[in-house]
């Protein structure tokens, strides 16, 4: 068997282990392992073991990851989520599906400081489904505003997803923060549009509530506006240049746990809680990255990635059309894997060919536009059946809502994710614009 037949052969294993339900890193661990071995033999798989983990844990660049951990814990734990909604339904709740957009605003704000799109989804879920349904809204919109807002989390910056990306592919954590900011927004725009439309179709899944006062609204302002500044201070001392992305995880995250000190909604017992809770979720992360490091020194002795870029630039395909195929393939895994698999697991094998393709601009642009896009699309698949991984989040906590009653409520939300990824490809300056405008 040639070293591309193995290769491919490699990723079929992969997957029928994911479908049984095998853990990523185990998964990603026994394939490399095997594909190790039947490619160069024992003796350099343990050569290469016996440096793998230290050479991957000692980057200084991975750091980052458990202090945007920490700090979205805590961000859960110093009420931050319900300051946002009581902020976004005051302006927003006296319009019909108001309360569904308000808490589509508040998941943005929410995933500015948590970097996490389960943990926006599940937190969120907490703080809103409650008031839509005293206000009557049906469970139908109520449960996929709450699926489809919590992929939020990862589209604003920080976004774990995004760091690990920057980190394989060697390129500036914060410039690929600064180029989600916009397609962020109009990810939250979009999905505001599909709500308005949603609740024209059926007025009465989403009925409007009372107005409230404006002198209460200003106060609900004043309650959000430390979050607003934390988040300003991270990305802006990032682009800034006062900060590294780490130093700036760590000024986010001491942060967000003052403010839950002062507001005296992080005890002792919850500070312990969400540092183990960031341990645990670290070490899952960790596990998965030296998954797919084994994974991927094997795929590099069987040249796979290399030849695949070779080939796809010698059959003339028009470079779009190649990043079009990308995706596709990016929302068909979607339904089988999470987000952080998906990039950890393609594009050591994705990025060797867009970066042989010539699209016009810039190698480091197109690197920045291309992580953009996959970031959105890879999004998806936290809402798109039979994995939806935000939906089983949702209906785990609404346990009174039938599944298949939340896979419809995210369909109108799907249609705006196919509009946006849509613009976004065929329009990169919607990323680039934000990065050369602070360049």
Known sequence: MSGVELGLASFAALLLLLAIRVPIAVAMITCGTVGFIAVAGWTPLLGYLK?????????????????????GAFAGKAGVSQALFRCAAAFLGHRRGGMAMGTIGACAGFGAICGSSLATAATMCQVALPEMRRYGYHDRLSTGVLAAGGTLGILIPPSIVLAVYGILT????????IAAIIPGLIATVGYMLAIAIYVRLHPTHGPAAPPVPW???WRTVIDVWPVLLIFAVVIGGIYGGVFTPTEAAAVGAVATAGLGIARRRLSLADLQECLLSTAETTAMIFLILLGADLFNAFLAFTRLPSLAAEWIVGTGISPLMVVVVILILYFVLGCLMDSLSMILLTIPVFFPTIMALDFGMPRDDVAIWFGIIVLMTVEV????????LN???????????PMAETFRGVLPFLASDAVRIVLLTAFP???LGLVYWLD
């Open 381 to 388: 698949g936290l809402i798109t059946p039979p994995v939806g």
């Open 429 to 431: 300056i919607l990323t």
């Open 215 to 217: 002198a209460e609204r």
């Open 391 to 401: 939906v089983y989040v949702i209906n785990g906590m609404a346990k009174s809502v």
């Open 170 to 177: 060697e390129q500036n954590i914060g410039t690929l923060f």
């Open 51 to 71: 440096n793998a983990a230290f050479s991957k844990y000692a980057s200084y660049d991975l750091s980052v990851i458990p202090l945007f951990l920490a700090m």
